[in-house]
Every structure is written in C-alpha cells, then in structure tokens.
C-alpha cells in the first residue's frame, strides 16, 4: 500500500472519532448520525492534521453539523438535493452535457475528504454510482458527438482512481480525434498531497494538453506538502488553475481571500473561479450574501494583481449554467462617454469614439446587450 492509500484508509468516518467536539454528548452525537447517514462522513488522515481546534476553518469544512439537518426538516422548497438540475442534462449517466462543446464526466464519487457543503451530496461516498459501465457509456458519448472538444473530469475525485485506471481512461479519451483538451478536477493536491507521486506524474505528462482545476478555500490549506505536489504538477506542465467556494465563516473575508490567492500564485496555480455557494440541501448554513462575494473582489481588484483576482461566479439554480459576476466600476454610460471609478474610489471618464468612427468600427451602440453596464453587476458603494 502507498503512502497517500494508508492516510485514506485511516479516515475518520464515524462520529465516535470526530476531532475536537466540545459537545460530547450522546444526544448529540446521536443527531450527528443521523446528519452522517444522509452524507457521510470522511476526513483522511492527512486532512486531520490540518485541523487545530473546533471551529476553524478547516474543521468547518468536514466536520458535521445539526444545522445539516435543519434544512432537511425545513420545508424550504428552494433547497434541492441537485440543485444545478445536472441530472436534468445527462445524456448518459454521470455526463453532464450543458455547454455547446464541453463535458463534465464523473470518473468516481469518492473523494479525499467529503466536504459539508458538496454540491454533489447526493452522489458522494454512496457506492455504484460511478461504475466501469458509466464510464464506458460516457466515453462513448464523448466519441460520438465531435462538437464535444473539452472533458472535464470530475466526480468524486478523479485522481482516487488507481493509477492503471487513470490511464486507461486518459489513454481512451485522447484516442478521440475532436477531443483537445482533458481537464481534472479535484480536491487531491490541496487535501492528499501524498497522492501526487512520481508514478502518477508519468501518467500523467503523456497526456497533454492536460488542464488541472484544484479546489482550494483557505490558505491555510496550504502547507509545504501541498506546495510540493502542485510544484510535481507544475514541473511536467500541467497548467494549474483553482476553484474556491465562498463559504460563509471560512473564507468570506478579503484577507483571507487575498492570502489565498498570493499563496496559490507562489505556487503557480493560477486562480480561476470563486463560486457562491449552490442551494444545495443541508448546505444552507454555509451560504453568504452575493454582495459579500461582490465586496471581496472588490476590495481585491486593483489592490492585487490582475493574475491573483479569480472570476466569480453564481452556478444558476435549475441549470443555466455559471454566470459571471463583477463589482460595478461605471458611474455612468452613455454615447458620448464611459464615466468610471477606479479601485481608489476616484472617478475616470473615457470618451467614446464620435458617433461616426463608432459606428463603422462596431456597428450601432444600441442593443443593451453588447452596451457596459449590461456587464456589471450592482454593488452598494
Ligand atoms: C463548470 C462546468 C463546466 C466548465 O465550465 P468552464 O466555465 O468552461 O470552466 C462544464 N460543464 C459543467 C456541467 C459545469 O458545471
């Protein structure tokens, strides 16, 4: 057995082993059951380390809470097991096929540790979901439909399946001609580093262009072991990107947002996505306003750079897909002028073209689609 297997076979999983739960009472931990038999529980042991008291961040992320079942008991209908209706766009089982020419495949629905407010607790840590035969079902499909040019895998965790199998899977998907390019998602790097190995690497590299997305929400997370493993993934050149979920008492903060980000550009990843959280069932605690997540990109851009600022995104309820979401910059817009404000708060006009040159270069400035404040988002001052 490797190292990273024996931390993940060493899981708490029962709420007997719970770390550092002031309330020990039977009672208690009773309910605990409950909420842990509706999603279960899994914290590796490397993640167990992680963690320094009740309560911190990193507690909050695997540690059960009643407050998970206080939503079940609600008869709060907007609170969905599946509340980006994915199983309402899956040709096939487990692809999800939303976009005109990308995929989501899930490969597995293990995970290294099972974090409280997973969209997908209605899969994770239940077996036979994910099967060979799903999977064979949603690489055909991938085959089949030549507009389809970009796999994400996800699950679960994509890099819990044995090396063999990885490659077997990476090896079947780059025999598809119209398939440029393969994206991993996972939680791997930032909470089982050990499982970056050598091994895994050389699988890995053969399959280029190969496109990495790790989910990180805290810079505690990052630790020298973390930082080791996503330097193995940068040095055979994967590009690395993150994802992060703004969770409320975890990282709904700038600072700690900002940590996050200069830590992850020291390790070259580079910071994709900040989500607000899905309305998923059990999860509702975790929830913060948009406009915190509007305010914490706004006290980042200008203050940081470019690269450390991540798009933040609302994944619309029922299915839409992710929408893009930015502070709003413009005072004013019209036809002859752009009137903005900057990240110090003073103000900037931008003349427009005249009326002439502007309409031969791009047309007539009159569908608000294409118009600037159409772009932006609302945002107290
Ligand atoms: C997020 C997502 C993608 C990929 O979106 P990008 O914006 O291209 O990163 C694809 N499919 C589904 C179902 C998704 O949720």
């Given at each position: 057995m490797e190292q990273w297997q024996k931390l993940l076979s060493g899981s708490v999983v029962k709420v007997e082993d719970l770390p550092f739960l002031s309330n020990t009472s039977e009672e208690y931990k009773e309910k605990l059951r409950k909420v842990s038999k509706i999603f279960p529980i899994r914290i590796n042991s490397y993640f167990l380390d992680q963690i320094k008291e009740e309560n911190d961040p990193m507690w909050k992320q695997v540690v059960p809470t009643l407050a998970e079942l206080d939503d079940f008991i609600s008869d709060e209908e907007s609170l969905d097991l599946d509340p980006l209706n994915e199983e309402g766009d899956m040709p096939v089982p487990e692809l999800v096929h939303r976009y005109p020419d990308r995929v989501l495949l899930m490969v597995n629905n293990q995970c290294p540790i099972i974090c409280r407010f997973c969209t997908r607790k209605r899969k994770i840590g239940f077996p036979g979901i994910v099967t060979r035969e799903t999977l064979r079902l949603g690489i055909e499909y991938i085959r089949n439909h030549p507009e389809i040019r970009d796999v994400i895998l996800s699950g679960g965790d994509p890099l819990l399946v044995p090396d063999k199998e990885l490659d077997r899977i990476l090896g079947e998907l780059r025999s598809?001609?119209?398939?440029e390019i393969i994206r991993i998602g996972t939680r791997v790097p930032g909470t089982l580093p050990q499982r970056i190995t050598e091994n895994l690497c050389s699988i890995l590299k053969k399959y280029h262009p190969l496109y990495f997305n790790i989910h990180f929400n805290h810079p505690a997370e990052i630790t020298p072991e973390v930082e080791k493993a996503c330097n193995m993934l940068a040095d055979i050149g994967i590009p690395l990107g993150s994802q992060t979920v703004l969770l409320e008492g975890v990282n709904d903060d700038a600072e700690v947002m900002r940590e996050l980000m200069h830590k992850l550009l020291k390790m070259r990843v580079k910071p994709y996505y900040i989500y607000q959280a899905d309305m998923t069932m059990g999860t509702d605690h975790f929830r913060t306003t948009v406009e915190k997540g509007l305010q914490i990109l706004k006290d980042m851009q200008g203050h940081t750079s470019g690269m450390g600022v991540p798009y933040f995104v609302i994944d619309t309820p029922g299915g839409g897909g992710k929408v893009r979401l930015l502070p709003n910059m413009v005072v004013e817009h019209n036809e002859k002028e752009v009137v903005v404000r900057n990240y110090e708060g003073k103000v900037f006009r931008y003349p427009q073209p005249s009326k002439k040159s502007a309409r031969k270069k791009m047309g007539t400035p009159d569908s608000q689609e294409h118009t600037v404040s159409a772009n932006t988002c609302q945002l107290p001052a």
């Open positions: 598809i001609p119209h398939l």
